[in-house]
């Protein structure tokens, strides 16, 4: 693979990959759930605590090992490459591609309503997956560029919200009565989940190590001053939401974004946050379009997939069959409407490996100790083992309150990962054919 992309891309591609449409959303089910703009901002702090937690980890694991693919490099290396395999399918099946579907259709929605135009939205998703996937098919710096042009929009519009809220709407003094300022652990946990999720999606950068240029430095540097610049943007949205709004009025307002705009703007401000989703959307799909298909790259360079994914075109040194058969599966998704149902299936799945992946820290350390390969060189987790297992403990934590609260959702998720297994069983038992056939070759070529 091709390494042309630097430190800017790399930071782009990490905040590109957790800033979406929910940040214009998402306040008002924190709001919900603590109901004091005390609580309401410190669950967005911490939750960027915590997202910083787990870049420092991503960053001594990319400094450790830039390899492609990630999080599966890790399992694979760590662990074993069953337990690799395993993420790497239920990514592919339901996590990335069915976030997409519905973030396309997302996009085609906002789309319609921006421009007016008369046609279906699966049309609109579709043309929009066809193109960007072309794009991300021309070459890893088309697609890196195009990545970090949607990011920088994305900054703009938060910048110009921040601005707007700050600056053409007037503070609104609420008074908290006592059952506002009640409030408990179990509360400010429910609160938390929404925000860990909207943290999200910094992991996504280290797939593509393999293509950043001198990544033990870019990589992990990448990965804390976007997750850092992420934490500014939310908590900077969510003081602006509160001030505008109140606590009462942010809990009560599905879209607070635009109820802020609009009260700077009117209209014109409510169609400023619907063309700023938009781009977000938009953003999101370029960087999962660049980011993901290295994971099933890996997969089949290992021959635990189907091979011909592996292969790189001769002129852009890019996968381009793992990137289209991603962008197809995630048009099958989109078309079958079901992809809001998928998204239910995979919370526990996602962060039952974010857990495991920070685990392998511990396997690494020990194995550099022993001698047995290199330590990470620059950067390290500040804290560990204690911050380490904190942070694992969290995404565990999380994977319980979600089987606690949607059981059946879960148990299907689960199934899904289950499904992997015969998968596996079959590549790599063709892996140990392939092996045998080709000691036989070798001996009789010997001999003769």
């Known amino acids: 693979m091709a390494r042309q992309l630097g430190l800017f891309d790399a930071t782009m591609l990490v905040m590109g990959g957790i800033v979406g449409a929910g940040i214009f959303m998402n ?42 693919g990630g999080q599966y490099a890790y399992l694979r290396d760590a ?17 990335q591609t069915g976030g997409m579907a519905a973030v396309s259709i997302t996009f085609a929605r906002y789309f319609l309503e921006l421009t007016g135009v008369h046609v279906q939205d699966w049309v609109v998703a579709i043309t929009a997956l066809g193109a960007l996937t072309l794009i991300n098919c021309l070459g890893v710096k088309v697609g890196g560029r195009t990545q970090s042009a949607f990011m920088v929009m994305k900054i703009i519009a938060i910048a110009a919200l921040v601005i707007c809220g700050l600056g053409l709407t007037e503070r609104r003094v609420t008074t908290s009565t006592v059952a506002d300022q009640a409030w408990s652990l179990s509360s400010f946990g429910a609160a938390m989940v929404p925000v860990l999720f909207a943290y999200g999606g910094w992991q996504t950068a280290n797939f593509i190590a393999a293509e950043v240029k001198e990544p033990k430095k870019n990589l992990p540097r990448g990965l804390l001053i976007g997750v850092l610049g992420v934490v500014v943007l939310y908590t900077a949205v969510n003081w602006v939401c509160l001030r505008a709004l109140g606590p009462q009025t942010l809990a009560a307002s ?78 099958v998704i989109a078309l079958s409407g079901r992809y809001e149902q998928i998204l239910n299936y995979v919370i526990a799945m996602d962060f039952l490996f974010f857990g495991l992946t920070a685990t392998t820290i ?45 059981p059946q959702n879960s148990l299907i998720g689960f199934g899904f990962l289950l499904a992997g297994s015969p998968a596996y069983w079959f590549w790599s038992r063709k892996i140990r054919l392939d092996r045998r056939t080709q000691v036989l070759t070798d001996d009789k070529e010997s001999k003769t």
Request: hydrophobic share 60%.
């Open 362 to 406: 511990f396997v690494f350390r020990r194995r550099a100790a022993r001698g047995a390969m290199n330590a990470s060189t620059g950067y390290r987790m500040p804290g560990h083992p204690v911050t380490t297992a904190v942070f694992a403990a969290i995404c565990w934590w999380v994977v319980g309150n979600t089987i606690y609260r949607y």
């Open 79 to 95: 662990y074993h490459p069953m337990i690799a395999f395993l993420y790497g399918w239920v990514l592919l099946l339901v996590i």
């Open 27 to 68: 306040p008002y089910v924190v709001a919900q759930q603590v109901h004091t703009p005390a609580l309401i901002l410190g669950a967005w702090i911490f939750g960027g605590i915590i997202a910083m937690d787990g870049a420092f980890i991503w960053a001594e694991l990319a400094a450790t090992m830039p390899a492609v």
């Open 254 to 331: 599905t879209t607070p974004a635009t109820a802020v705009m609009r009260l700077a703007l009117g209209q014109q401000g409510a169609k400023f946050v619907a063309a700023a989703i938009a781009v977000s959307t938009l953003g999101f799909l370029s960087q999962s379009i660049l980011t993901a298909p290295r994971v099933y790259f890996a997969m089949a360079d290992d021959g635990l997939f189907f091979r011909r994914v592996a292969w790189l075109a001769p002129v852009t040194r890019v996968p381009v069959i793992a990137i289209v058969l991603q962008s197809a599966w995630t048009i």
